[in-house]
């Protein structure tokens, strides 16, 4: 049997559990040779357990147009909107600042972010959010 060949990857974000093949999903996924209805099917059995919640997902499409997917964890900013309980970062993060969130939540996100982020050392995580708390107008506090 014929080794299958990789054609093309696409890096997509949907919602876990509850992704529909309408735009912008269905469009992408189209174009790259992949049945919408039969990806959203198997993306929605394996996030299930995520309700919702955006999560980013790395898929890889052979040349007999199967394909294969990874599911990545929700995005930083999401995670750090979340915690925050804001809707959105500020236009302007070094004048306006828009929420707030501990040192302790920072490091909970740096956690379950670990695996995405370029680093192994914990501390190093966590000033990678602090970082990112910032870009959005969100103050890191002590607690």
């Excluded at 999560?55 to 997917?69: A, M, Q």
């Amino acid at each position: 049997m014929a080794k299958k060949e990789i054609v093309n990857k696409i890096k997509v974000m949907a919602p876990g559990g509850k992704a529909t093949p309408a735009p912008p999903l269905g469009p992408a996924l189209g174009g790259a040779g992949i049945n919408p209805g039969q990806f959203v099917q198997q993306f929605n059995a394996a996030t299930a357990k995520l309700n919702g919640k955006v999560v980013g997902c790395v898929i890889t499409v052979y040349n007999d147009r199967s394909f294969t997917f990874e599911v990545k964890s929700s995005p930083a900013a999401v995670l750090i909107k979340e915690a925050a309980k804001i809707e959105s970062g500020s236009g302007v993060p070094n004048k306006e600042k828009v929420g707030k969130i501990t040192k302790t939540q920072a490091a909970a996100i740096a956690k379950e972010k670990m695996a995405d982020l370029n680093t192994s050392n914990l501390d190093a995580a966590v000033r990678i959010i602090e970082g990112q708390c910032r870009n959005m107008g969100v103050l890191v506090v002590e607690g």
